[in-house]
């Protein structure tokens, strides 16, 4: 029998390898035998270690990006739905706005007594109920204070009596949506003769 011996250093032989990878190259398969002081996955304590600190810090990271994503779809979503509701605004003030004349042609057979009694009146009332529906509200009554922001002045009347402008008469109705004004109330402006 013949025994190995160690080979001479003279001796070529072939290099020791040892293959520390923790998958089999060969048949893609996670080896179970683990070297001698390594931890269970083929690392030293000290790479474990350096690993965990830069698993922690990519951990950190990746919620402060998930967190930031969540903001910004919350912002985005938001500003969506804002802009749908002023979009949603802006389509009925144009349908109100093209109503507006038939409207004042209503108003002003009322003011003359022609539409008491007759199926305008029916007309009338739907259409200020559809108005009602949708939030436009009518801007300029006689005796309110006149605001150029809602109001139109087209004439100006001095008068000893006023101590500030107020509107004396409408001439049109003026009407807002919401916060949108559709169309200012022109109006004869009372102001204190001194002015």
Do not use: C, W
Not at 106 to 113: I, M
Not at 118 to 145: C, H, I, M, N, W
């Amino acid at each position: 029998m013949s025994e190995k011996q160690a080979p001479s250093p003279d001796e070529e032989s072939e290099p020791l390898i040892t293959d520390k990878r923790r998958i089999d190259p060969e048949t893609g398969d996670v080896r179970e035998d683990v070297s001698e002081g390594t931890e269970a996955d083929g690392l030293s304590p000290e790479d474990l270690e350096i690993l965990d600190d830069a698993e922690r810090d990519l951990v950190a990271e990746y919620r402060d990006r998930a967190a930031r994503a969540e903001a910004e779809l919350q912002n985005f979503r938001t500003r969506v739905e804002r802009d749908r509701q002023a979009n949603r605004e802006a389509v009925i003030a144009e349908v109100v706005r093209s109503l507006l004349p038939a409207l004042d042609d209503l108003d002003r057979a009322d003011a003359h007594g022609d539409l008491a009694g007759t199926p305008l009146e029916l007309v009338s009332q739907k259409l200020r109920t559809g108005f009602d529906r949708y939030g436009v509200k009518a801007v300029g009554t006689v005796g309110e204070a006149f605001d150029p922001a809602i109001h139109e002045a087209m004439v100006r009347i001095p008068s000893a009596e006023a101590t500030s402008d107020t509107v004396a008469e409408v001439i049109e109705g003026g009407y807002t949506l919401g916060d949108r004004l559709i169309r200012p109330a022109k109006v004869a402006v009372q102001v204190p003769a001194d002015q």
